[in-house]
């Protein structure tokens, strides 16, 4: 069964720097996801993301965060001057429709993000 | 915003006892999913409920959505250890946008 990719599985950076988390969703998908989860709390919304632009971020996805999708597989989300309270494990999710009535989200295993 | 209100938070039951998770909101959904996630890995799909007062079967697990599509409740009969992990609802609006709850953690112990 395809599944959504996301790669490194574990980033560890220094505060200010920026990172680049890499996710590959599943290929006849059109809409993606980036989900995120502080340890020991619930999963949070960021940002999605169809037809090439951002079609809905919560008020967490500030000027920091950036997502692209760089060619026709990948989907990457930038936090450009990244903060201890940046880490946490994040999702990269993908769907066949944006509602979420009728086609489900299938997640990727996520990349914890340490930043110290 | 809308928020999703999960209860309860944390749930130690023996195998072969049933159980209910709740999720709550005051705002309306167009529809409800319902996750397992194991440590470490990433949400999986269990259900999701569309319609006010619908029922859906899953083996063991029962799921509901309120009548007026706020709430929704999950229901496991004779848990077994298998089905620890934590649970999670997620509510979707009409502009396309996810609400998680905050989970509950089921351990069922042998």
């Known amino acids: 069964e395809p599944e959504v990719t996301q790669t490194p599985s574990h980033q560890v950076t220094q505060m200010g720097q920026e990172v680049i988390l890499r996710c590959v969703p599943i290929?006849?998908?059109?809409?993606f996801y980036w989900y995120r989860q502080i340890l020991g709390q619930k999963v949070e919304f960021l940002v999605s993301?169809?037809?090439?632009?951002?079609?809905?971020k919560s008020e967490i996805f500030d000027d920091q965060f950036s997502v692209e999708r760089p060619d026709g597989s990948n989907f990457t989300l930038k936090i450009r001057s990244t903060k201890l309270e940046d880490s946490a494990m994040y999702f990269c999710a993908s769907s066949k429709t944006g509602t979420g009535s009728f086609s489900p989200l299938h997640f990727g295993n996520g990349t914890r993000l340490t930043v110290t | 915003t809308q928020l999703l209100e999960q209860s309860p938070q944390f749930l130690s039951i023996q195998e072969g006892e049933n159980l209910t998770v709740y999720c709550n909101s005051s705002?309306?959904?167009?529809?409800l999913q319902w996750y397992r996630q194991e440590p470490g890995e990433g949400p999986v799909l269990l259900v999701t409920v569309v319609t006010g007062g619908e029922v859906k079967k899953l083996k063991r697990l029962t799921f509901q959505f309120g009548d007026a599509r706020k709430d929704s409740s999950l229901h496991i009969t004779a848990a077994q250890p298998g089905d620890t992990g934590l649970y999670l609802c997620a509510g979707w609006g009409n502009a396309g946008k996810s609400t998680f709850g905050d989970g509950t953690t089921l351990t069922v112990k042998p």
């Open positions: 705002s309306v959904f167009s529809s």
């Open positions: 290929s006849n998908h059109l809409y």
């Open positions: 993301f169809y037809n090439n632009e951002i079609s809905e």
